[in-house]
């Protein structure tokens, strides 16, 4: 990519239990709200980014009935499916056929889930369907699960304590409290964290995401056809797609990410830019410990040495590399299949100054990484204001 | 399209009840088929239609499988979703990956569906999850029960038989005969079909696809690459996606597959060519009424009259139209999102002249229609000998 994408318009539902409301009514609200950002252009194409609307709504087909439902005629439907990367991959397929040249009008782009059409142990059922059948689903082991073996591995091998990870939650929920479409936004401690349920050992209730439905859309387009739409679209620099061994105990090292590693090498080299040059970052971070490898995939911090950038407060607001800045998969939300689209979103208001209280100062280039799973699919996106060209 | 994407190698195994394989095992197979033929280069992409594996296989992430199967480090992993359209639309997102510019080696493309995993009417009720299920699923019609209101309104306005009709499973059935990867490789009558079980009135067993599972798999390429892996590589000349009103009862006239018309319209543009310049066919005839309809929405016959190609046998091999030349839905069989490229496979066996006795003499051109449902999403797709350019 050579940056000759860019978004013109974005918008979202807040996050959280919508009892009342269908996987479409959420995906159409985010819909009408990016639409009417870029100035109600028509669009050619609709791309859906869904985890699993057939097994937690009983309806599939999300992408033709959404543009039925936003009565857009004729126009092409597309659903893509990663489980909570489906977002981010919607996003980057938008991309390709904007690049590819088939035709000049703008595209929608959504990514949305409803989870709470069913109870928690049968979202957590489905939620391992992504991963690999053969050696964890029939084990009967959760993400949560197997984030708790990653982070006593974690602990033990480089010396952190739990609270030293979890500082990363204190973190996005401190920024959620600013966000307004977040699903949490109020503060807790790292002693809330430590006095909440045990999920597994060592993973507490409070380091998890919760489960919560969302929808957050975009309209994409060439870059200079959304300049037209849109006084300050934000660019999209790189969009890079890498998937990894499924299994982390088949990886080299069960702590490490390499779809990550790979994805944010190509997409930095396809901006042109160092990974220190990037203003903000928004992480998938299914737990904390996630989000300490996280930081070190990316090249922040060395191999082992991710909770210290964590527990010293330098991924703040404010501080050397703020992350999550909107909140995060814990503080705003982790509705699967729309994540990747949120942190599009976020990475908008930030790169237009939109971004209230929250606001990066001086935001001039974000990157997001969305993945399925513990990085069977890794997505990395660098976003950055119009007047920074790679 | 410009014709610059061109097939450089193709596979699939036999459609069947494969009880003793994964879905998995099935696409890795038609996989390594596929980048034998294009000489096993290294790719960078593979692309996974496929509609149901989390609900029929308690498998999804069949992409990052896959890429993990076929040891392909760091490859991007697609997959896309629009029920039994999800085949021929993973072959449109690897073709605007191709055109789109960002990177030079081929992409693998695989559709693959594996449903005897589950009993016959769980496969149907998952079939309606791609229904709307405000108006159809709930109500517990069938997609053969929906045929049925098809086929008794068009026998009643256009005059037509319910033997005029399905002539065209008779025609499918025959070219099963000489196809080897077909799943029913017989021919049947007429008779035969009046005389099996009825379906939901007048739909005979007959008229309808068998349940079966397969994978079929493409090499796609931008095309001069393409043609440095293989000789024969078939062009791409034309790649559209349209989606329409999924519940024909509330479109203009119930009679009608506008998503049809409007993506042929368009690839026939894209193509530069006319639709009596296409040698051949591939229909997606859920029922023979559904081919009826398509013959209609293709320009092939006037409204109300593509029953008259199907029961005057013009649309036989060696004849005017030749329509399914591998025996289509009904004979070869249809496992869901594997069909659509089932069907580009075929045209490539039919445009390098390896189609043996089904072989459709100086095919230069053929047009293949995948579809999701009724066509709530239409995928065609021309093909073309290397000679041919648009």
Redesign the interface.
């Known amino acids: 990519?050579r940056g000759q994408v860019a978004i013109a318009g974005a918008g979202c539902v807040k996050v959280g239990e919508h009892w009342e409301r269908s996987a479409l009514d959420l995906a159409a609200e985010a819909c009408l709200k990016a639409l009417e950002d870029a100035g109600n252009p028509r669009v050619r194409a609709?791309y859906v980014g869904n985890a699993?609307s057939?097994?937690l709504?009983?309806?599939?087909?999300l992408?033709?009935?959404l543009?039925?439902a936003l009565a857009?005629e004729?126009?092409?439907?597309?659903?893509?499916?990663?489980?909570d990367a489906s977002g981010a991959?919607a996003l980057?397929?938008a991309?390709?056929?904007v690049?590819?040249?088939?035709g000049r009008e703008p595209i929608l782009v959504c990514g949305v889930e409803k989870i709470t059409d069913v109870l928690a142990p049968e979202a957590e059922r489905?939620q391992m369907?992504?991963?690999?059948?053969r050696s964890t689903?029939h084990s009967g082991v959760t993400i949560p699960g197997l984030c708790a073996l990653l982070t006593r591995l974690y602990m033990e091998r480089y010396g952190a304590s739990y609270e030293d990870l979890v500082a990363l939650a204190v973190n996005d929920h401190k920024n959620a409290a600013g966000c307004p479409h977040a699903q949490f936004p109020f503060p807790i401690t790292v002693e809330a964290i430590l006095n909440s349920p045990l999920v597994a050992d060592p993973i507490r209730l409070l380091d998890t995401p919760g489960f919560g439905d969302g929808a957050a859309a975009l309209v994409l387009a060439e870059a200079d056809e959304a300049r037209r739409l849109n006084d300050s679209p934000v660019r999209i620099l790189a969009s890079?797609?890498?998937?990894?061994?499924?299994n982390f105990c088949e990886r080299e090292d069960p702590l490490t990410i390499?779809?990550l590693r790979?994805a944010a090498k190509r997409a930095l080299a396809a901006a042109g830019l160092g990974v220190k040059e990037v203003d903000f970052f928004e992480l998938h971070n299914t737990t904390s410990v996630v989000g300490a490898l996280a930081l070190e995939e990316l090249g922040l911090a060395e191999r082992g040495e991710g909770w210290k950038l964590i527990s010293e407060g330098r991924i703040a607001l404010g501080a050397d590399w703020p992350v999550n800045t909107m909140g995060g998969l814990k503080g705003r939300g982790h509705p699967w299949g729309a994540t990747g689209t949120y942190q599009a979103v976020e990475a908008v208001l930030q790169l237009r100054g939109e971004a209230g209280k929250n606001q990066v100062n001086g935001a001039e280039v974000g990157l997001a990484h969305n993945m399925?799973?513990l990085g069977?699919?890794s997505c990395v996106h660098v976003f950055a204001r119009w007047e920074v060209k790679a």
Chains 1, 2 share one sequence.
């Open positions: 990519m609709v699993a057939e097994l709504n009983e309806q599939g087909n992408a033709s009935l543009a039925d857009l004729s126009v092409k439907a597309v659903e893509v499916r990663a489980g991959l980057h397929q991309c390709l056929d690049l590819a040249g088939v489905i369907l992504f991963e690999d059948a689903f890079e797609v890498v998937a990894g061994r499924m390499p779809s790979e399925c799973g069977s699919v």
